[in-house]
Structure formats: structure tokens, C-alpha cells
């Protein structure tokens, strides 16, 4: 019974530690290897540090070490200055949250001038794998309803589905369900971009007429045909082309200006 | 009394799940797939605490998760309430004191869930079937459910067990015929 008991508390434990494991490892990004450095010289460190106090002793400059008092009592004042510096800076951090939060909203507004806006914030996400909704915290109150179209600082966010007095349900442009009528900036070739399930922050374009010519890192506007959606709104940019042996076939992946994952702040269009 | 206070702490645990959801997985994600412990939580009560309640507590769960994210009401609270009839189904069939057992149930409502949820969606809102990509996904959810199943199972058969003591009377008698 006690051994039972003990391999299943082990059990669990083992299980917590793959799981950590697999939710560092699969969101670690490989270009960074800063992990792999600090443990390098964590490692190096000391070996360097004794080999460094080695030459010092044997070319006579380990004076510094002689005035041991002083430098724990100036240890203790930079310790004290230190912990002051950390909370001034803490307070930095947030109202510089604050500035940024507000400059968002600001530029938002002067960016869209031209149409009639209100803003909101993102108060709830999906929480299917497999769908991309978003909650936003203005409603009928503020003058919200359905199809209304919904932009953030770097481009398009989605269309308004469903509203109550407070919230609005939005439905992102990464939602399989959603389809957006696109030209490109340069060539002006329109094509229809669809939501996949794929990823967070890309959109497959489709029905690419056979003519166009898809360049990678070419912009993507919103062309103003379907009725929801204003012309000339910033929507990604081209990240791969996909020729098949049938022309018509052809399709391309478009990054999303937007990064649905970090979206905070929003504004609809209500003309 | 006691059955109202087990409902109470159903919603209580329904409550921590969703902000877990919403909050916490969006960042502690294995390659940005969450984990979906609402199946979980309607199976466990379909299994422990019968039929009527199973799917009760799934179609509550499911109206109330379409009513906060979903464009429409309604898939949501049928495929959760398929998960409660099945649970309890289960419970007829298998024994629910192995791990195995529950991890496997685990994964088959998992699946099957999560397949009736993408299909109806997609007729209803005709989206490209990406089968493969959805399969994948699939199979990383499965296995972060059966992890936490794993953690928490010493937890879920303490509140299954009394879930059970509390809605079923005849509980050993089911056991053995």
C-alpha cells in the first residue's frame, strides 16, 4: 500500500515534469540560444574565475582583495542603492505600461481618422484550438452591431458577429469561418484570404486569379468588395507562394499584420 | 442538500476551468494547443454521478461556453451533452478504480468531442477541412489531457467517488450486475 502510494505520488510528480517539459520545449525558439549560452558559462564561470584569481596572485595583483571590511560594508550600501534602483524602476515599468496603453489608443485614433471609431479592449479569448474568437468590452451602448468591421494599431482584426449592451463577439480574420475579399498593395490582384486552424497568425489567400504575380513580403490591403469590410485596410503580407500543377489551384500564405495572440487594444468602425 | 452543495461545487470547478482557459493556457500551451478540461469535468460527472446529470452538466457547460465565445449557440451544448450521455454509458460497461481506464475515456471523449465540434462547425460555416492540420492538433490535445488526467487522478477519483455516494445509491450493487 505504501509503495503504492509512492510510486503514484512519483507518478504524478514524472508527469509534471514532462508536461513542463513539453510546454517550455515546444514554445522555445530556436534562433534564441541565450538558454544554451547562460548555461554554458554557469558552467565556465568558475573555472574562469579561479583562473583569473590564480594569475592575479601570481602577477601580484590581488591587492584588491586585502581590504576585505571596506568592501563588504561598500557590498551592503550597493545592495541597499540596488533594491531602491529596482523599486524605482518597477514603478517605471507601469507607467510606462500606462503610456504605451494610451499612445496605442492615440495612434489608433489618428491612424483611422477618417472613420467614426470607438475603442475596447480584448476582455476574453477563445478557448478552442480550433477557432479564433475574441470578446471585446464595448457593445450595443456604444453604439456596436454586427458586421461592423474591427482594426488594431497594425491592421485588420476582424468583423463584429454578435453584441450584447456591454461586449461585442468578434470574429478574427484567422477564424477558419472567416473570408476576406484582399488585393495586393503594388499589383492590385484581388483573391480571397480564409482562416485556417493552422496557426495563430496566418491566412491562406485563394482564388488568386492565374495572371497575378505573388511576390513574398508583399503588403495585402482589404479591396472593399463583400460589404463588410472598408477598402485599404492593412491586412499581412505575403509570406509563401504555393504554385500546383493546376494554375487555379495556386495559393499563398499571408502573416497577419496583426498578432492575435498579444492583441489588447482595438477600435470598430461604426460608418 | 449535499446534492446541492456537490452542483454548487461542479459550477465552482466549471468557474476555475473556463478563467484557466482563457488566462492561463493561452501562455502554458504545448505548441500553442490547449488542453480542454471541460471534456474532462463532463465525463468524470457523467461517469460518477449518472446519466441525468452528465448530461445536464454538459449541456449547461456547453450553453453557457457558446453563449460566451462561440457565433453560434448550441454546438457547444450538444457535443458536451453527448459527452455526459457517454460517460455515463461508460460507466455501465467498464470499471472507473483503474487509471488506465479513465486516461483511455479521457482520450476516446477527448476525440470525439473534439471531432464532432470541428465537424459541425464546418458545415455550418463551410470551412475548408484541413484534416490533416486538425489531426494534429488533436492528438497534441489528447495528450495534454491524459497529463492532466495523470496529475489530477488521485484528485478526480476522491470527488468522482463522492459525486457517486451522493447521486447513485445503488453503487456496488452497479459495480457487479
Not at chain 2, 11 to 30: A, E, P, R
Not at chain 2, 126 to 148: G, M
Request: proline share 2%; charged share 20%.
Amino acid at each position: 500500500m505504501y509503495k503504492n502510494k509512492k510510486s503514484g505520488a512519483i507518478g504524478i510528480v514524472v508527469t509534471v515534469i514532462i508536461l513542463i517539459l513539453l510546454v517550455v520545449l515546444s514554445n522555445i525558439n530556436i534562433d534564441k540560444l541565450s538558454v544554451v549560452e547562460n548555461i554554458f558559462s554557469t558552467i565556465v564561470m568558475p573555472f574562469q574565475n579561479g583562473f583569473t584569481m590564480l594569475k592575479n596572485k601570481i602577477s601580484g595583483n590581488d591587492t584588491f582583495f586585502t581590504d576585505l571590511d571596506n568592501l563588504k560594508t561598500e557590498n551592503e550600501e550597493l545592495k541597499q542603492k540596488n533594491s531602491e534602483l529596482e523599486q524605482s524602476l518597477r514603478e517605471l515599468e507601469i507607467i510606462k505600461a500606462e503610456n504605451t496603453t494610451l499612445k496605442e489608443q492615440m495612434n489608433l485614433k489618428e491612424k483611422y481618422g477618417e472613420y467614426n471609431t470607438v475603442s475596447g479592449y480584448v476582455i476574453n479569448r477563445d478557448i478552442s484550438n480550433y477557432t479564433g474568437m475574441v470578446v471585446i468590452n464595448v457593445g450595443s451602448d456604444d453604439g456596436v452591431q454586427p458586421n461592423m468591421t474591427v482594426i488594431a494599431d497594425k491592421g485588420l482584426v476582424g468583423n463584429v458577429v454578435s453584441v450584447t449592451s456591454n461586449t461585442a463577439k468578434v470574429q478574427t480574420i484567422v477564424d477558419p469561418a472567416s473570408s476576406v475579399s484582399c488585393i495586393i498593395n503594388t499589383s492590385k490582384d484581388a483573391f480571397i484570404t480564409k482562416g485556417s486552424i493552422d496557426s495563430g497568425r496566418e491566412i491562406r489567400a485563394t482564388y488568386i486569379p492565374t495572371d497575378a504575380v505573388l511576390v513574398q513580403d508583399t503588403s495585402v490591403e482589404t479591396s472593399g468588395l463583400g460589404g463588410i469590410y472598408p477598402k485599404g485596410i492593412h491586412v499581412g503580407t505575403i509570406k509563401e507562394v504555393v504554385n500546383t500543377q493546376n494554375p487555379t489551384d495556386k495559393y499563398a500564405t499571408i502573416e497577419t499584420a496583426v498578432d492575435f495572440s498579444k492583441l489588447d487594444t482595438v477600435l470598430v468602425i461604426l460608418n | 442538500m449535499k446534492k446541492t452543495l456537490s452542483i454548487l461545487l461542479i459550477f465552482l470547478v466549471f468557474l476555475i476551468i473556463y478563467f484557466l482557459q482563457v488566462n492561463f493556457f493561452t501562455w502554458f500551451n504545448i505548441a500553442g494547443v490547449k488542453p480542454n478540461l471541460f471534456v474532462i469535468l463532463v465525463l468524470i460527472v457523467g461517469l460518477f454521478a449518472g446519466r441525468n446529470l452528465g448530461i445536464s452538466t454538459g449541456v449547461v457547460i456547453g450553453l453557457l461556453l457558446d453563449l460566451f465565445i462561440s457565433k453560434k449557440v448550441g454546438i457547444t451544448a450538444i457535443a458536451l451533452g453527448i459527452i455526459g450521455f457517454i460517460g455515463a454509458l461508460l460507466d455501465k460497461n467498464f470499471s472507473k478504480d483503474s487509471k488506465i481506464t479513465i486516461i483511455l475515456m479521457v482520450f476516446l471523449t477527448t476525440i470525439i468531442y473534439e471531432v464532432l465540434n470541428y465537424f459541425i462547425n464546418a458545415v455550418i460555416f463551410s470551412y475548408t477541412l484541413e484534416i490533416a492540420t486538425f489531426a494534429i492538433k488533436l492528438l497534441i490535445e489528447v495528450v495534454f489531457n491524459i497529463l492532466i488526467t495523470i496529475i489530477f487522478y488521485p484528485l478526480i477519483q476522491k470527488a468522482g467517488f463522492a459525486l457517486e455516494e451522493r447521486f447513485k445509491e445503488t453503487r456496488i450493487l452497479t459495480r457487479y450486475f
